[in-house]
């Protein structure tokens, strides 16, 4: 049975993570409207500007919508930007009335940019749990985890902070899977909104 997910395709890099998850065995589809969210069986927050992600959230209408659909427990994953969006708490969350605005979808607290700037970006490879060998992950510009809840499993870490975290039916990495050719987190997460 295929899941029909979701890629939020208001901003960030929406394309490479509907081929991942195409290549994973989902049905992906973009996402930008109330009728499109509602029509799937789970959602991916792609990286980008987590900033300008919400405010485009807030001029599409969907910011409070897609609060209902996690609080009520649609899956979901969230890579980069995503990550940060997914949190329950945001550290340096930006200028007031152009902040970026959590979801709640897991405990969790997240620093944006907390492995700095543009110029700091770095690739590592990292054991994660649930996948056999290591993961290639690409960080750019990418938050951490300051606090997770008792709830929430530390699937990788990085300079001795989470990266990748999971939450029943929600998943969320730091940094950018779809861009390494590397299936296997989008599988994953796949697996997860299948029930299997």
Not at 26 to 54: F, H, N, Y
Not at 60 to 67: A, C, H, K
Not at 153 to 177: K, W, Y
């Amino acid at each position: 049975m295929s899941v029909a997910v979701g890629v939020l395709a208001l901003q960030g890099d929406t394309r490479e993570h509907l081929a991942a998850l195409n290549e994973a065995g989902a049905e992906a589809v973009t996402v930008r409207r109330l009728a499109e969210l509602q029509s799937v069986d789970a959602l991916v927050i792609p990286g980008g500007e987590s900033t300008a992600m919400s405010h485009l959230l807030r001029e599409f209408e969907l910011l409070e919508p897609l609060r209902g659909l996690l609080r009520d427990g649609m899956p979901a994953y969230g890579s980069c930007a995503g990550m940060i969006l997914l949190a329950g708490e945001i550290l340096d969350a930006g200028v007031p009335g152009r902040e970026a605005l959590p979801l709640g979808g897991i405990d969790m607290t997240v620093r944006r940019n907390a492995f700095g700037r543009q110029v700091d970006s770095f690739e590592e490879d990292l054991m994660f749990t649930g996948i056999d060998g290591p993961v290639h992950a690409v960080f750019i510009r990418a938050p951490w985890v300051e606090r997770v809840g008792p709830e929430v499993e530390v699937l990788a870490t990085a300079a001795g902070h989470p990266v990748a975290v999971r939450q029943g039916r929600m998943l969320a990495t730091s940094f950018h899977p779809e861009m390494t050719g590397d299936r296997r987190v989008h599988a994953m997460f796949v697996d997860m909104v299948a029930g299997r």
